[in-house]
């Protein structure tokens, strides 16, 4: 089992994009979805992310301009990105929390691959 993340490329500053990301296979408890990013020479940062109940957080520099959501029958997860900056530029890497597979025991992290996000004109 795996997250499968998709989405990102070259945009132009104040474009928009969506990621989307989801578990593959079935046996998939999720506790938090969401988006890490990490830019040349920085570590890595939380984007956004949304819990099973539908509680979300944001970085402070994204809030207002991307949005973070569930389709919880699918186990999808989408990040909407509105009125793109350069500083945006960066890989996105799609997280999950929670236990996927048939077999027993904690919740724990999963990533994607990571997919790169190019803000630029």
């Known amino acids: 089992v795996q997250l499968q993340a998709s989405g990102g490329g070259l945009v132009q500053p104040g474009g928009s994009l969506r990621l989307s990301c989801a578990p593959s296979?079935?046996?998939?408890?999720?506790?938090?979805m969401g988006w890490f990013r990490q830019a040349p020479g920085n570590q890595r940062e939380l984007v956004a992310r949304?819990?099973?109940?539908?509680?979300?957080k944001y970085l402070e520099s994204v809030k207002g301009r991307f949005t973070i959501s569930r389709d919880s029958a699918k186990n999808q997860a989408y990040l909407q990105m509105n009125s793109l900056k350069v500083d945006d530029t960066a890989v996105y890497y799609c997280?999950?929390?929670?236990?996927?597979?048939?077999?027993?025991?904690?919740?724990?992290?999963?990533w994607g691959q990571g997919t790169e996000l190019t803000v630029s004109s």
């Open positions: 296979g079935s046996a998939v408890v999720i506790n938090t």
């Open positions: 997280w999950l929390y929670g236990r996927l597979g048939t077999k027993p025991g904690p919740p724990t992290n999963y």
């Open positions: 949304v819990t099973s109940a539908g509680d979300t």
